[in-house]
């Protein structure tokens, strides 16, 4: 069964404690990316990765970082320095090429107790 | 980045269909039009992308018009399950093809 999975549903962080969401997908797509999304707001674009080993910041990649080791994984920590972390986000891949569709998986909700 | 407009919801009867407007004034020749929904706290799903032309899938109909400014997504018969938030987006070509989303229609199907 094809798809993209994150992993876990629901995540909390303490304060000045880093966390990584997880990012997998098994239909051999090279493009990964991470996007965030508020309450009532549209999805913002924190990273993204257009091939293996190569990243590239989106609009609002402060406080986060990125690998991209393996072509089916892309996992996106949240460290101390995203001092508003509370948000739902949001992973998708394609196949590459910048005007692939994109596919996205059920997302994470990250709170900070 | 060419801004979409879209109406905050509308209601649509089950089994009718659902047309979602989108004004897309300021497009740029190569921008695609793209159209997600998403479910609340899911992912959103892809449903259909066009250019210039008409195009057509099993999940919706997409309307583009001549002058490339406006277009209609078109659920032929709505069902419960398409009540969603409904996603028009100008797709640009940087930042890896990134996609913008905006508010979104709320689309009601009520039985």
């Known amino acids: 069964d094809g798809g993209i999975t994150q992993s876990p549903k629901y995540l909390f962080r303490k304060e000045g404690q880093n966390v990584t969401l997880s990012c997998e997908q098994n239909?051999?797509?090279?493009?990964m990316y991470w996007y965030r999304q508020d309450p009532g707001q549209g999805l913002r674009l924190i990273y993204y990765s257009q091939i293996v080993n190569d990243f590239q910041k989106g609009d609002i990649a402060e406080g986060y970082s990125v690998s991209r080791e393996k072509k089916e994984s892309f996992p996106l920590t949240v460290t101390s320095a995203q001092k508003n972390p509370t948000a739902f986000y949001l992973c998708?891949?394609?196949?590459?090429?910048?005007?692939?569709?994109?596919?996205f998986g059920p997302g994470t909700r990250l709170l900070v107790l | 980045d060419a801004k979409t407009t879209q109406p905050t919801s509308m209601d649509c009867a089950e089994g009718r269909a659902a047309n979602l407007p989108c004004n897309h004034s300021t497009i740029s020749g190569n921008e695609y039009v793209y159209w997600y929904r998403q479910i609340h706290s899911q992912g959103p799903q892809y449903i259909i992308h066009?250019?210039?032309n008409n195009e057509t899938n099993e999940m919706a109909s997409l309307i583009i018009t001549e002058d490339r400014k406006s277009s209609t997504l078109i659920l032929p018969h709505a069902t419960l399950r398409d009540t969603a938030v409904y996603y028009c987006i100008a797709r640009i070509y940087n930042q890896g093809g990134k996609l913008i989303f905006g508010q979104g229609t709320e689309l009601s199907v009520k039985p």
């Open positions: 239909l051999n797509h090279d493009a």
């Open positions: 998708a891949s394609s196949r590459g090429g910048v005007l692939e569709t994109q596919y």
């Open positions: 066009g250019l210039k």
